[in-house]
């Protein structure tokens, strides 16, 4: 099993930055790739961005590229979401997740779910 805890998070006018990070432990040898998946109320849950978690290799869907930026910390089995230019588009719950496999921007191949952690950019 693999526990993930997120942090972070807040409220931030449109433009502004935030920070979220998701700390994992457990069987963390198992994880080969983290992602951070977001839902906003009345939508469902979709794919923000992935990293491989030894290999640093990075995938972000189209609406956040040049925006968001995702990265780890292995030492401290930690992986990061840094979102600079928000939009109130942007505003949802953001959930980390680890996927032992498989197509990285998929939810189903994630197998671990973080609690989520509130984001909202005011315009």
């Known amino acids: 099993q693999v526990q993930l805890v997120e942090s972070g998070g807040g409220l931030v006018q449109a433009g502004g930055s935030l920070s979220v990070s998701c700390a994992a432990s457990?069987?963390?040898?198992?994880?080969?790739?983290m992602g951070w998946f977001r839902q906003a109320p009345g939508k469902e849950r979709e794919f923000v961005a992935a990293?491989?978690?030894?290999?640093?290799?990075?995938y972000y869907t189209d609406s956040v590229k040049g925006r968001f930026t995702i990265s780890t910390d292995n030492a401290r089995n930690t992986v990061y979401l840094q979102m600079n230019s928000l939009k109130p588009d942007d505003t949802a719950v953001y959930y980390c997740a680890a996927s032992r496999g498989g197509t990285p921007t998929l939810m189903r191949n994630y197998n671990y779910w973080g609690q989520g952690t509130q984001a909202t950019v005011s315009s």
């Open positions: 990293i491989t978690w030894r290999g640093g290799t990075t």
């Open positions: 457990g069987r963390t040898f198992s994880i080969y790739h």
